[in-house]
């Protein structure tokens, strides 16, 4: 049996974003049910589950660009949670924040790294 969109994005939040993502799409509930369905399905369901980039790379990019946005510190903590559940380490997260100084600017990188330093104490790492 072939697995759907939605299934197949459901299993990969659950998996990448872990009980963040799944507060993210609860919250949307109430307000976008619709957008909650289309934030499984396209984002998870169809990109991250492609081949092609590992999950580890895969959160590199997402917590570069959040970063360099400079507007998504809620989206930047989420994704910086789940780069420490595919398995970056505190070190390269630090790393992919601070790369972001030269391209981004350095009052991106300050707000990428003070968002890091409380998703890492609130996860104790």
Do not use: C, W
Request: no cysteine; glycine share 8%.
């Amino acid at each position: 049996m072939t697995e759907t969109r939605y299934e197949r994005g459901a299993r990969a939040l659950s998996q990448i974003d872990g009980a963040a993502g799944e507060n993210v799409v609860a919250a949307l509930a109430d307000i976008a049910p619709d957008f909650a369905r289309l934030l499984i399905e396209f984002p998870f369901g169809d990109i991250y589950s492609r081949e092609g980039l590992s999950l580890r790379d895969r959160e590199i990019a997402t917590i570069a660009a959040l970063t360099a946005m400079g507007t998504a510190t809620p989206q930047l903590k989420v994704h910086i949670e789940a780069g420490l559940n595919v398995g970056l380490t505190r070190a390269e997260i630090t790393e992919v924040l601070m790369q972001m100084a030269v391209y981004a600017g350095f009052p991106a990188a300050l707000n990428g790294l003070f968002t890091a330093k409380e998703v890492f104490a609130e996860r104790g790492v």
